[in-house]
């Protein structure tokens, strides 16, 4: 399958919205973002460009949680239940690494999210069954991100951040992860947002794609 | 002779699985690469394929459990490992992969100063500033701590550092990811730069579209083995001769994008 042949995607039924978002890293440091404001709906897959150093980690890890504006809201308008256990917004960065657990099997590393992992059939044909036993330094960096990614959609996320995930992977890899992961939001109904500086890529996998330039307010 | 030629390189590791059970992988099979002062070579190719492994073997910077077999030659003598050693640092260094390789607890002056007293260079606080505002960073570097650097900024911080010593052989191990199109090229250029000004430069990246545009050769690897040796004319002119190296010309979003590899 060929991200082309994907099927059109269904119609909204969740929204998130960053609302003037300023964020700063102490007190009378200098503004990262200032203002920032942007939406994406759960039936798109939008792109986030621009030059290094303005801010677009930022803006992902605001997103998703991880760190806390000092001015503006991150909400999400429609969506599904609000008892959820894990983030609503999921993020994914390029050093799928740093962001397990060494010492944890990878099997480990996925039953995080969700413990029955029989149940997972999202992460078919994301994960192979032999990499379950392995160590996070004894798989690829492709199949890393491919467990980093997994992770993340079993969680169950209605918007998925993926903040330059295949930077560090062949061009071949690459192509095989965004076919193998824009199958499963689409299917899924999970927004996504995508950051990067390869503007062929964003071209290739967006149905917009954003300016961080452009959204200071 | 070449400055530095590789021969035949592999890397294995010996692992205990559960209990005393050994298994040994093999992740470096058969690895050529030869690169001469005044010369960037590029070296390319799979996720996970022994790019950086190479670069570890050579600096002598490999796990304890890892053992290498096959030649590596540094001005013509074979290098031991413990010879890799010394030179590591000095007259071959690795500019490294991760921007995690700064330290998040010191300032970026602190590191810098560090590694410039560690080259023999001078050291004050002055000195550090000036070659740092030298590669475009802005005037307060030196007082931030790795966290408020940008991924471009990083990078360039580890280019200040790795280059203190003015080494024979610089090991980039993929330097751009992260960056955008005009920090790509403007890092891709300093390397080109640094060749020209009499050093040897291997360059691992992935950024194949860009690193032609400044490489003499492309040295293409695959599942621990390199499978060809190109110039960028062969990738613009559909010369190259090995199937791995053309699917990977052809899985470039800017070309087809095409995820399964020739048959």
């Given at each position: 399958?060929?991200?082309?042949?994907?099927?059109?995607?269904?119609t909204?039924?969740?929204?998130?919205h960053?609302?003037?978002?300023?964020?700063?890293?102490?007190?009378?440091?200098p503004w990262v973002?200032?203002?920032?404001?942007?939406?994406?709906?759960n039936?798109?897959?939008?792109?986030l460009?621009?030059p290094?150093?303005?801010?677009?980690?930022?803006?992902?890890?605001?997103l998703a949680?991880l760190?806390l504006?000092?001015?503006?809201t991150?909400?999400i308008?429609?969506?599904?239940?609000?008892?959820r256990r894990?983030?609503p917004?999921q993020?994914?960065?390029?050093h799928a690494?740093?962001?397990?657990?060494?010492?944890?099997?990878?099997r480990?590393?996925?039953?995080?999210p969700?413990?029955d992992?029989d149940r997972?059939?999202?992460?078919?044909?994301?994960?192979?069954?032999e990499?379950?036993?392995r160590y996070?330094?004894?798989?690829?960096?492709g199949?890393?991100?491919?467990v980093?990614?997994?992770?993340?959609?079993?969680a169950?996320?209605?918007?998925?951040?993926?903040?330059e995930?295949t930077?560090?992977?062949d061009?071949?890899?690459?192509?095989?992860?965004?076919t193998d992961?824009?199958?499963?939001?689409?299917?899924?109904?999970?927004?996504?947002?995508v950051?990067?500086?390869?503007?062929?890529?964003?071209?290739r996998?967006?149905?917009r794609v954003?300016?961080l330039?452009?959204?200071?307010? | 002779?070449s400055?530095?030629?590789?021969?035949?390189?592999?890397v294995?590791?010996?692992?205990?699985?559960?209990?005393?059970?050994?298994r040994?992988?093999t992740?470096?099979?058969?690895?050529?690469l030869?690169v001469?002062?005044g010369?960037?070579?590029?070296?390319v190719?799979?996720?996970?394929?022994?790019?950086?492994?190479?670069?570890?073997?050579?600096l002598g910077m490999?796990?304890?459990?890892?053992v290498?077999a096959g030649?590596?030659?540094?001005?013509?003598?074979?290098l031991?490992?413990?010879?890799?050693r010394?030179l590591a640092g000095?007259?071959?260094?690795?500019?490294p992969?991760?921007v995690t390789?700064?330290d998040?607890?010191?300032?970026?002056g602190?590191?810098?100063r560090r590694a410039?007293?560690?080259a023999?260079?001078?050291?004050?606080?002055?000195?550090?500033r000036?070659a740092l505002?030298?590669?475009?960073?802005?005037?307060?570097?030196?007082?931030?701590?790795p966290?408020?650097l940008?991924g471009g900024m990083?990078?360039?911080v580890?280019?200040?550092m790795?280059l203190?010593g003015?080494?024979a052989?610089?090991?980039?191990?993929?330097?751009?990811?992260?960056?955008?199109?005009?920090?790509v090229r403007?890092?891709f250029?300093?390397l080109?730069?640094i060749?020209?000004?009499?050093?040897?430069v291997v360059?691992v990246?992935h950024?194949l579209?860009?690193?032609?545009?400044?490489?003499?050769?492309?040295?293409?690897?695959?599942?621990?083995?390199?499978?060809e040796?190109?110039?960028?004319?062969d990738?613009r002119?559909h010369?190259?001769?090995?199937?791995?190296?053309?699917?990977?010309?052809?899985?470039?979003?800017a070309?087809?994008?095409?995820?399964?590899?020739?048959?």
């Amino acid at each position: 399958m060929t991200l082309d042949q994907l099927a059109p995607p269904a119609t909204a039924t969740a929204t998130l919205h960053a609302e003037g978002i300023s964020f700063r890293h102490r007190r009378r440091a200098p503004w990262v973002l200032r203002e920032v404001s942007l939406q994406v709906r759960n039936d798109e897959v939008v792109g986030l460009r621009g030059p290094s150093g303005i801010g677009k980690s930022t803006v992902a890890r605001v997103l998703a949680g991880l760190s806390l504006p000092q001015r503006g809201t991150v909400r999400i308008g429609g969506g599904r239940d609000t008892t959820r256990r894990s983030h609503p917004v999921q993020l994914v960065m390029q050093h799928a690494v740093l962001a397990m657990n060494p010492r944890w099997r990878i099997r480990d590393v996925l039953a995080e999210p969700l413990s029955d992992l029989d149940r997972a059939s999202v992460i078919d044909g994301l994960v192979e069954p032999e990499w379950l036993d392995r160590y996070p330094h004894e798989v690829s960096g492709g199949q890393l991100q491919r467990v980093n990614l997994a992770r993340a959609l079993l969680a169950d996320p209605e918007f998925l951040v993926a903040d330059e995930i295949t930077a560090s992977l062949d061009a071949i890899t690459q192509a095989r992860i965004w076919t193998d992961l824009l199958v499963r939001t689409r299917a899924g109904a999970i927004g996504v947002l995508v950051i990067s500086h390869d503007d062929a890529l964003l071209g290739r996998l967006c149905d917009r794609v954003l300016d961080l330039r452009d959204l200071i307010g | 002779m070449s400055l530095f030629e590789i021969n035949q390189l592999s890397v294995s590791f010996r692992q205990y699985d559960r209990g005393l059970r050994r298994r040994t992988i093999t992740p470096v099979r058969a690895m050529d690469l030869t690169v001469d002062t005044g010369e960037l070579v590029a070296l390319v190719g799979e996720s996970g394929a022994g790019k950086t492994l190479l670069g570890e073997a050579a600096l002598g910077m490999l796990p304890a459990n890892g053992v290498d077999a096959g030649e590596i030659r540094f001005r013509g003598e074979v290098l031991t490992r413990a010879r890799r050693r010394e030179l590591a640092g000095h007259e071959m260094v690795m500019l490294p992969q991760s921007v995690t390789y700064l330290d998040p607890t010191a300032t970026v002056g602190a590191q810098v100063r560090r590694a410039f007293r560690l080259a023999g260079r001078p050291a004050g606080r002055d000195d550090v500033r000036r070659a740092l505002v030298a590669r475009d960073l802005p005037d307060d570097v030196t007082r931030r701590f790795p966290h408020e650097l940008s991924g471009g900024m990083a990078r360039r911080v580890l280019l200040t550092m790795a280059l203190a010593g003015r080494p024979a052989l610089v090991f980039a191990d993929e330097p751009t990811p992260g960056l955008d199109a005009e920090a790509v090229r403007a890092i891709f250029a300093e390397l080109r730069a640094i060749a020209d000004s009499g050093c040897a430069v291997v360059a691992v990246s992935h950024d194949l579209s860009e690193v032609i545009g400044v490489a003499d050769r492309v040295v293409v690897c695959q599942s621990g083995r390199t499978v060809e040796t190109a110039t960028p004319d062969d990738f613009r002119n559909h010369t190259l001769t090995h199937p791995y190296s053309r699917a990977l010309w052809a899985a470039l979003p800017a070309h087809g994008f095409a995820a399964e590899e020739e048959p």
